[in-house]
């Protein structure tokens, strides 16, 4: 009896995986953002200078072709280049349907030495800021030659989920035949 349990709390186990990896999360519409600067960032700028600061937020669509991303409380930061205090600009709390934005933003203390973009969250458990890969990143070592690929298929984590249920499944009545057997 006592060897059932372990195989069990397997089964338990395995289907909340597959319920987690079922479950539409609201990150999962923003996964595939990405972010790119449509003004030049001066890298030479005065600490304290207030810089305005231009960006666009799109993703592709199912056919490939880059989509707007419209949201409210979206944000760029610059880092400080000496190791200081980040500055965040937030770009206006209206409707974005271009996907286009743009924020006032101080230089930091040691001048800028990094640039993010994001959007403001919030959870039950605390804030959860989302940061959207920049495109045309400054900062970013020049990428080698890119491997072309295809992204992972939405479907592919819970079929996988599933398929291990099958199995723990086949495992526990193989269990449960051999112990009423013996």
Avoid at 92 to 115: F, K, L, M
Avoid at 120 to 146: K, Q
């Amino acid at each position: 009896m006592r060897a059932q349990q372990p195989i069990a709390v397997l089964a338990v186990l395995a289907a909340a995986c597959s319920l987690l990896a079922m479950a539409e999360s609201p990150a999962h519409a923003k996964e595939s953002v990405t972010a790119r600067l449509l003004t030049p960032l001066p890298l030479d700028a005065a600490q304290g200078e207030r810089l305005t600061v231009a960006w666009a937020l799109g993703g592709a669509d199912e056919q490939g072709r880059r989509q707007p991303f419209n949201a409210i409380g979206v944000f760029v930061r610059l880092l400080s280049a000496t190791g200081g205090g980040s500055t965040v600009g937030f770009a206006t709390p209206d409707a974005h349907p271009r996907g286009r934005y743009d924020a006032q933003v101080a230089v930091p203390e040691g001048g800028i030495g990094g640039v993010q973009v994001g959007l403001r969250g919030s959870s039950e458990v605390g804030a959860g800021d989302t940061r959207f890969p920049l495109e045309d990143d400054p900062f970013a070592a020049p990428a080698r030659e890119a491997t072309p690929g295809r992204p992972v298929p939405t479907w592919l984590a819970p079929a996988g989920g599933l398929v291990l249920l099958g199995l723990l499944g086949a495992v526990v009545r193989r269990a449960r035949r051999r112990t009423a057997a013996g």
